[in-house]
Structures are given as structure tokens and as C-alpha cells.
Nanobody, 116 residues
């Protein structure tokens, strides 16, 4: 089973930027790769996804501020987060799916805190 390790989170002021990384233990070229987040007291939600074709989709709340990308040579998924808002505070997770089936158990995620 593939494993994912998220990194790059931290504390940032409103309006700031962070770049998250998700390293996979093997190739995920044929999978839809996605970033999710879970804020305290809330359910995990889909933030952004990227298809094997390179097509992307975003939650309305992050459209225009976040950019998802993937580096197949490095088996790594990225999330560039700009113009961060306090409501972006959450633990961010990555995962993949093929045919609607999630590839891996959820990892520990990486904490993003947006606060002044």
C-alpha cells in the first residue's frame, strides 16, 4: 500500500503564503491526487485535486488563492497557498484515489495555522 507523508505546514500571518508537500512511497501517476483539510470540530473537506491529465479542481473557498501541482519524477504533490486567511487554519492531508477508491490510510497531516 502506498504511503503519504505531508510536510510544510506552520504558523503564518494572514495574507502570507505556505507551500505544502506530500511525498508518496511510490508512483501515483494514474491516481487523482488531492489535498484535504480538517479544522477543529469540523469534518475533513476536499481542498483541491489534480487528475493524471493535469486538470485541477478547487473548493470555492480556496479558488484563486491555492494552486495544486504534482512532480511525477519525485512522486510528490504540492499545494501552494497564498493570501492565507484565519479560516484556512486546519490540519492538511493528502491522498489519492483510483476509480473512486482511496489509496492509503490517512497520515498525520501537517498543521497550518493562520494567525496574527
Amino acid at each position: 500500500q502506498v504511503q503519504f507523508v505531508e510536510s510544510g505546514g506552520g504558523l503564518v500571518q494572514p495574507g502570507g503564503s505556505l507551500r505544502l508537500s506530500c511525498a508518496a512511497s511510490r508512483s501515483t501517476d494514474t491516481a487523482v491526487m488531492s489535498w484535504y483539510r480538517q479544522a477543529p470540530g469540523k469534518q475533513r473537506e476536499l481542498v483541491a485535486g489534480i487528475f493524471s491529465s493535469g486538470g485541477t479542481h478547487y473548493a470555492d473557498s480556496v479558488q484563486g488563492r491555492f494552486t495544486i501541482s504534482r512532480d511525477s519524477a519525485k512522486n510528490t504533490l504540492y499545494l501552494q497557498m497564498d493570501s492565507l486567511k484565519p479560516e484556512d487554519t486546519a490540519v492538511y492531508y493528502c491522498n489519492g484515489a483510483i476509480g473512486g477508491k482511496i489509496l492509503a490510510s490517512w497520515g498525520q497531516g501537517t498543521q497550518v495555522t493562520v494567525s496574527s
